[in-house]
């Protein structure tokens, strides 16, 4: 995308079979989708309800039962506590989740019926859910590394993956009364199942109970139409994961006045015994971003916390757009990288050139020197955290080959190391440079396409634009293959952009500068089934260490690629987001 002006009155650059796309206004959704739960094996514990006095002379009146503690544990983050989130999550050979019931006593004479009731927050694929018992040991601070191992399962049975609950005769489980863990595991399957959790209020797990005369055959009573009662249990609350509903107070246009700087230097490393390199790589998982657009007159500011608010997390990394000779990142943008509790890295795409060539640039011009010069002077006064910086993002559409147009491939690479080589000289140390493409094949086959790149001294991330759109199967395809799209048929030279960086450029982190999803379904998959997709494209592309995504309504060609263009799509994105490679480890 663009800056502010270039995106409202210039052409957008993203990937498309003709490369010839309108940009409209950037209006970005705000309502984004919160972290999406990963795919995760759950263990599920019975705790109790208060107990029924049960008499041998009528069949007792059946229960229903809540949960006194869940929680799930996965492998992609092994120190993350996820007592508090909303789901529980079973996905094969990743994710195990906890859930306890209190079971009531059976009166003598009777048999005892038991039903785990799971309420499904989003459709999946078909798989198997196994239920087996577990240790009593874990609290809802379980985390992977802490989890105790189920026993094995004692029934397995379909999912559909469709349906609003599933219901599992766990009867064998409960062999006398008190305290009931139960382990549920995806044993096969592909994409994970999500449940509601004792946090997700109607949609949380129930464990229901029935009795029967000791050794009938016949039917069991069913649940009372009328709400049931449940004991009351003595464990704390545990704190939800709601996000606060505040509406951010309207800002003021961002200024350049110089904010106080922070004596912090360096990016708070994540929590859950991963680590960030000085060129801001992680040592696990991903980082994600987003470029939350304003929606109608919200500010770039305002629309963040909305944005964040919706996906239910706090972003990692924050993208700006920015153009000489305003100076940046502005008060706003400073604030968000220093809130306390959510400190976010910011990625700030800046344009230096000021109407002129990329050859003018490159050759010293000297009204954008002294802008370069005055932002490197900003930098070292006002923000000395780590932070990413593009200069003149997606240049593909505007390259001129013909020799003295100024805006030749070569141009461009010498005006990227001039600008850089003179931050540097000036004293900027804190900028992780990033070479932004829009990657796609038509580009991609390009003569000059490799001329672009400005060199590894003083490229350290190098970034794509994707966007999974369009009715053709090149372009509706899943996250894996969309950073990495091909195109035979036109463009049979190019080896898609991934294989293209890591083969050219070893070594080098890749990122999706931007990155978004239109609301669609085409050949048998829908958006939620293209989110769903991101963690498995992760592991197969190890060198992409953090994706930013474009949230806007709607614009050509690519549609609306808010996350919560649709319920079933927030829910899938918040699954994502919740838990695997793209769970937020930044303090």
Not at 446 to 474: K, M, R, T
């Amino acid at each position: 995308m663009r800056d502010a002006f270039s995106r409202r009155h210039a052409r957008h650059r993203a990937a498309v079979p003709s490369d010839v796309l309108n940009e409209p206004a950037a209006k970005a959704s705000r309502r984004m989708l919160i972290p999406i739960a990963a795919g995760v094996s759950l263990l599920l514990t019975t705790a109790g309800l208060g107990v029924a006095a049960l008499s041998s002379d009528s069949v007792p009146a059946p229960v229903s039962l809540t949960a006194t503690a869940d929680a799930y544990v996965s492998t992609k983050s092994p120190y993350q506590k996820h007592g508090w989130s909303t789901r529980l999550v079973a996905k094969m050979n990743e994710s195990t989740s906890l859930i306890r019931y209190t079971v009531p006593p059976v009166a003598d004479g009777f048999d005892r019926k038991a039903t785990l009731v799971l309420t499904r927050l989003t459709t999946s694929n078909p798989a198997k859910i196994a239920v087996a018992n577990a240790p009593a040991t874990w609290t809802e601070a379980v985390t992977y590394s802490t989890a105790p191992k189920p026993g094995t399962p004692f029934v397995t049975v379909d999912d559909d993956g469709k349906s609003a609950q599933l219901r599992i005769d766990v009867s064998k489980g409960i062999t006398e009364a008190g305290v009931l863990n139960l382990a549920l595991t995806q044993p096969i399957g592909r994409g994970g199942t999500v449940f509601g959790s004792r946090e997700s209020g109607l949609k949380q797990s129930k464990l229901e109970i029935s009795y029967v005369p000791e050794g009938s055959t016949g039917p069991v009573p069913s649940m009372p139409t009328s709400a049931p009662t449940s004991a009351p249990t003595t464990a704390t609350p545990k704190p939800t994961a709601t996000p606060t509903t505040t509406t951010p107070k309207p800002t003021a246009t961002p200024t350049t006045t110089t904010p106080t700087p922070t004596p912090t230097t360096t990016t708070s490393p994540p929590t859950t015994g991963c680590t960030v390199s000085a060129k801001l790589v992680p040592s696990c998982g991903a980082w994600f971003g987003a470029a939350a657009n304003p929606l109608g007159t919200e500010s770039w500011d305002q629309a963040l916390p909305t944005f964040e608010s919706t996906i239910g997390r706090t972003v990692d990394i924050a993208h700006y757009y920015n153009s000489s000779p305003k100076l940046f990142p502005t008060a706003d943008m400073i604030k968000r990288a220093r809130e306390p509790g959510k400190k976010r890295i910011l990625l700030l795409n800046w344009k230096p050139e000021m109407g002129r060539t990329w050859a003018q640039v490159a050759a010293g011009d000297p009204t954008v020197d002294a802008a370069i010069d005055a932002e490197a002077e900003y930098l070292k006064s006002t923000f000395p955290e780590k932070f990413f910086l593009g200069i003149h993002h997606e240049p593909e559409e505007e390259v001129r080959p013909a020799a003295g147009s100024g805006y030749t491939a070569k141009d461009y690479a010498a005006m990227y190391r001039h600008v850089a080589l003179r931050l540097k000289a000036k004293g900027v140390t804190n900028a992780v440079f990033v070479m932004n493409y829009m990657g796609t094949p038509h580009w991609g086959s390009q003569s000059w396409f490799n001329d672009l790149y400005p060199g590894d001294d003083v490229v350290d991330w190098i970034a794509e634009d994707p966007y999974i759109f369009g009715d053709h199967e090149n372009w509706w395809t899943d996250f894996g293959t969309a950073v990495n799209r091909t195109d035979t048929w036109t463009n049979p030279n190019w080896p898609g952009f991934y294989t293209w960086a890591t083969t050219k450029h070893p070594g080098k982190p890749i990122m999706l500068g931007e990155f978004g999803i239109n609301e669609q379904t085409l050949f048998g998959k829908s958006k939620p089934d293209m989110l769903r997709t991101i963690d498995e494209g992760l592991a197969k592309r190890p060198a992409l260490k953090a994706i930013v995504y474009w949230n806007e309504t709607k614009f050509d060609p690519v549609g609306e690629t808010r996350l919560d263009s649709s319920a079933a799509s927030k829910s899938a994105a918040q699954e994502v987001l919740d838990s695997g490679p793209l769970l937020r480890r930044l303090n």
